[in-house]
C-alpha cells in the first residue's frame, strides 16, 4: 500500500483515495499549430512512454481532497515514495541526483533546470524523442 500526502493541500491517504495519471512531465506537441504535428510525434504523445525499473516520475491526482494533479517520484522496485511535488515544478534537485545512469530519465531534467520556471516543468515532445528512451 502506498501513503502518499498530497502536496497541494496536505491531505495523506492510501493510493485508493487518489488516482494515477500515467507518466510524469509529458507536454503535448504543438497545441498552437496542430497542423504541423507528425504522425509520429502524435503517436509518441499518446503511446510512448518510460516504463523504468526503480526511480519513474509519475502523474496523481488528489480524489478525496483538493482534486488537483501533481507529481510523484517513486521507485517501482521498492514502491517508496521519494517525493511529491507540483505540477508545474521538477522534481527535487537531490531527487534527480539519484537517478541512475541505467534509468532512462537520467539526463532528462538537465536541461530544464537551466530554464525559465514557467518552461522547465514540462519536457518538449522533441526533446523526449532525443533521448531515445520513449
Known amino acids: ?8 493541500c496536505g491531505n495523506v491517504g492510501d493510493e485508493t483515495d ?14 498552437a499549430n496542430p497542423g504541423e504535428v507528425s504522425d509520429e510525434a502524435q503517436r509518441d504523445y499518446l503511446y510512448v512512454r518510460l516504463n523504468p525499473k526503480g526511480l519513474h516520475f509519475e502523474r496523481w491526482r488528489c480524489d478525496r481532497g483538493c482534486a488537483k494533479w ?5 521507485d517501482t522496485v521498492t514502491m517508496e515514495i521519494k517525493a511529491c511535488y507540483g505540477i508545474t515544478e521538477l522534481p527535487p534537485r537531490e531527487i534527480i541526483a539519484q537517478i541512475p545512469p541505467s534509468n532512462p530519465w537520467y539526463g532528462f531534467f538537465d536541461q530544464r533546470q537551466a530554464e525559465p520556471a514557467s ?3 514540462e519536457p518538449k515532445n522533441a526533446e523526449l524523442e532525443s533521448t531515445g528512451e520513449r
Open 119 to 121: 518552461t522547465a516543468a
Open 70 to 74: 501533481f507529481h510523484m517520484a517513486r
Open 1 to 8: 500500500m502506498l501513503l502518499i500526502t498530497c502536496p497541494v
Open 18 to 31: 487518489f488516482h494515477y495519471g500515467g507518466q510524469a512531465h509529458i507536454r503535448r506537441p504543438a497545441s
